[in-house]
């Protein structure tokens, strides 16, 4: 009955198929009873009606039945509820990052992925933080849920207890696109685990290049992506040196992606938008990139489109 792939599953399915149960047993028997009313004590001519002044009986059955069943549920919710907010002390530390609309998992050292890998049958501790706006970190599958605020230092925390693969979802509405900040939460068998982090270390060792990092801090690689995939905007890859068609006030026109082509998108991004993307979906960025930011960026477009 309990499927959930976590130690959190049965307290929350327990209370869940409860209230469901209750729920369900309450609006058919309630909808049974009106259809009965409705067609028993319809009007009929020359029938005077009946008088009732209370029913001592019915009263105290109506307020004992309902208290007692709230309270169950309430012992059902809290005893799926405690444990989640008590944490291990042998849990392992992962930080989650949400931003407007990624989630990165930073394992600490610099070691940072997009996807929540976890060993199974391990607590595992997951700080939550925002870097934005409020999004909220939820794994169905494990059955927990928080919400990631600004300035706040929430936590969730689970035991998976399946190995597989599962999705980690934001259900905080957080703009745009709020419904493309998907990951991936994988739970491994323990020495697959040993062997992911072993290799994940050494890749992390490497530095990134800083036009990466600049494009990742400043938020761009949300909207436009670096593998050939169409999000909001035009994708970075093969991007330098390309043409293009592009819409300007005065019409379309073709032109070549080169440096002022790439200073003038970001700092006017409504000037020549590209044949496909729609307006006013990006910001001037003239207050945040200073040319020499947008350098180092132009030669990490090139680096990706091959030219260095
Ligand atoms: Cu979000």
């Known amino acids: 009955m309990f499927t959930g792939a976590s130690n959190m599953a049965e307290g929350v399915d327990r209370t869940f198929i409860f209230i469901f149960t209750i729920a369900a047993i309450f609006i058919i028997g309630i909808t049974i009873f009106m259809i009965y009313t409705v067609i028993h004590f319809n009007r009929k001519k020359g029938k005077p009606a009946m008088q009732f002044r209370g029913n001592v009986w019915l009263e105290a059955i109506w307020i004992i039945v309902p208290t007692i069943l709230v309270f169950i549920m309430f012992h059902f919710g809290w005893a799926g509820f405690a ?17 407007m609309w990624e989630w990165e998992f930073d394992y600490g050292d610099g070691m940072k992925t997009r996807d929540l890998v976890v060993p199974v049958n391990k607590p595992v501790r997951v700080n939550l933080k925002s870097e934005d706006v409020n999004h909220s970190l939820f794994i169905p599958a494990f059955r927990v849920k928080e919400d990631v605020i600004p300035g706040y230092n929430n936590f969730l925390w689970f035991i998976p207890t399946m190995v597989g693969e599962y999705e980690v979802l934001c259900t905080e509405y957080c703009g745009l696109l709020h419904s493309s900040m998907l990951a991936k939460a994988k739970v491994l068998e323990q020495t697959d685990y040993d062997k992911w982090f072993a290799e994940f270390k050494n890749r992390a060792r490497e530095p990134e290049p800083d036009g990466y990092l600049l494009l990742r801090n400043t938020g ?27 819409i300007t006030p005065a019409g379309q026109k073709r032109i070549k992606v080169d440096e002022e082509y790439i200073v003038n998108s970001i700092y006017n991004p409504d000037d020549e938008i590209v044949a496909g993307y729609n307006k006013g979906l990006m910001q001037s960025y003239s207050d945040i990139l200073k040319e020499a930011d947008i350098q180092v960026i132009t030669d990490y477009l090139k680096s990706l489109a091959g030219e260095q």
Do not use: W, Y
Request: net charge neutral.
């Open 220 to 246: 761009c690689i949300a909207c436009h992506s670096l593998d050939g995939s169409n999000l909001v905007g035009p994708s970075f890859k093969n991007l330098f040196g390309t043409e293009r068609t592009v």
């Open 83 to 99: 444990p989640m907010r008590n944490v291990p002390d042998d849990a392992m530390v992962i930080t989650a990052v949400g931003r």
